[in-house]
């Protein structure tokens, strides 16, 4: 269970992030909405231990241990998987060493090399990338869209318990769409991770069942529901947001 309690995150002297309340429990699915600008990013950056950000207040809180002080490299080892909003291009180094290494750290084994191509190859197909991508540069001079099909390969290679999606749907067009929307379902039903998807649209949500909603605003967490808020979004936009009926654009 992740457990995210009054937090607080700056960066250099500016607040991002405050009073920020967040369960999730295993297995459950939360999605984070809201307009540009409003730490949405920034949240799944800090949860990942991104060194941009200093959390001042509060606390981030895994299977009942405190992660908010540990490196990147330890948070990952816990299971957690970030796929970023802006994925980086690394020249020079491919898909596959980047891969295999990984992989070895995060499990603290040796990685047969057949066992792992033939892993990549499976996967390749599961999400529609072409072979040769394995060998491509990570991201580097990809499209939008293949830069989150090539995330989605480190993901399902490394098969982590906590993913946090973000917008992992921009860039992408219809039919890649479907399948990386079929193939996050797949994962999910197969090893019940807890996953958090930070989005605009209400398309990637329909391969999951069951989900809650956050609604972000200004810092924090204004509104928390379910699929019917979604809705309410999609038709009137995040202007309609209130608190205990409160309309905080006023
Ligand atoms: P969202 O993902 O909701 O669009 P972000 O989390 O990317 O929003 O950004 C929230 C706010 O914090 C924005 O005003 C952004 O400019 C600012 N911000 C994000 N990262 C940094 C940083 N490293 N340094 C300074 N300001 C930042
Ligand atoms: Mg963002």
């Keep these: 269970m ?8 700056k960066s250099l002297d500016k607040t991002i992030i ?36 200093l959390v001042t207040k509060g606390d981030i809180i895994y299977n009942n241990e405190s992660i908010k002080d540990l490196d990147t490299t330890s948070i990952s080892r816990k299971g ?36 792992f191509n033939k892993k990549l190859n499976e996967i390749c197909n599961i999400i529609n990338l072409p072979k040769s991508f394995v060998h491509r540069d990570i991201n580097y001079n990809m499209s939008g869209g293949e830069k989150k099909k090539n995330e989605l390969l ?8 906590f993913i946090i999606l973000d917008e992992i749907d921009s860039g992408l067009d219809v039919d890649a769409l479907k ?24 398309d990637i949500l329909k391969y999951f069942s069951d989900y809650q909603v956050h609604v972000m605003k200004e810092g924090t ?30």
């Design 2 to 9: 992740l457990k995210i309690t009054d937090l607080e995150v």
């Design 18 to 53: 405050h009073d920020l309340n967040l369960t999730i429990n295993d297995g459950e699915i939360h999605v984070l909405m809201g307009p540009n600008g409003t730490g949405k990013s920034t949240i799944c950056k800090v949860l990942l231990s991104h060194p941009d950000y």
């Design 80 to 115: 957690f998987f970030l796929l970023n909003q802006n994925p980086i291009e690394i020249e020079g180094i491919t898909n596959a060493e980047m891969l295999r290494n990984a992989l070895a750290e995060r499990t603290n084994t040796r990685v047969d090399i057949f066992e």
């Design 154 to 161: 480190q993901l399902f290679i490394l098969e982590p318990k």
């Design 179 to 202: 399948t990386v929307g079929e193939a996050l379902k797949n994962y999910y039903d197969k090893y019940k991770p807890s996953i958090l998807i930070v989005t605009h649209h209400a």
């Design 221 to 250: 967490i204004i509104e928390n529901g379910n699929q019917n808020l979604v809705q309410k979004i999609e038709t009137s936009g995040f202007g309609a947001t209130t608190i205990n009926g409160t309309d905080l654009n006023e």
